[in-house]
């Protein structure tokens, strides 16, 4: 789905991606590494949210940035980030709306995401009072709307607790899209289909999550 060629990302004359090649064409990919390894830098290139310096990144065959954005969708770990207008249902119509899509279709969209969450309820409520766990529901549910192929997520579940983390992680299971999930929360990964380990802006290893978080837990030793 989306193809790095020979990535790099330089930031203050600074190599952050070295010479990034990979496929991503798994339904659920992982992304694990030490702090400032470069993870959050890989998953905003996927979006078109981050420019390489050299080398390319691809949507099906297109190194057009509109096609990213169209396609892939994007997670913040901070939900406040995410969420613009006051009210959960503007905010979700918020992207609806500069697709230029009519407002029955606004609607429709709208109503499935909020019902595939199970957060129907709060769709009048004010953005600013829902709890972390909800607020990180209606962010995921805004990106939902615009139906991307593929949803990029860095470290969704960091500020919340154990219970929000499980209905969030639930969440992101049973999406129909296709997943790219950067965490340091190992334990999510263990029925992922591929994680990729980054070290110091190189893939140090990419296959099955066993093996992969096994020789990341190793550095730590
Ligand atoms: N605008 C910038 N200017 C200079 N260096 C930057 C810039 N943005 C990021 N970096 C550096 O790039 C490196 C990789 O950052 P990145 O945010 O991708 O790491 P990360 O793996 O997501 O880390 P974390 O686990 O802490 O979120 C870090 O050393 C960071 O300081
Ligand atoms: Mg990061």
Redesign the pocket.
Known sequence: MITLTSVFVD??G?H?LKDVSVELDNRRIGVI??????????ARLLNGLEKPTAGTVRFAGSDDTRDLRRNVGFVFQNPDNQIVYPIVSEDLEFGLKNLKLPKAERQTRIADALERFGIAALAERFTHELSGGEKQLVALAGVLVMRPKLIVF??PTTLLDMWNARTVKAAIDALDQHVVL?T?DLELLADFDRVIL?EG?RIAADGEPASVIARYRETAE
Do not use: C, L, P
Request: positive net charge.
């Open positions: 930031k203050a600074r952050i590494g030490r702090n400032g390894s470069g993870k959050s830098t890989f860095d470290e950067v340091h980054i802006g």
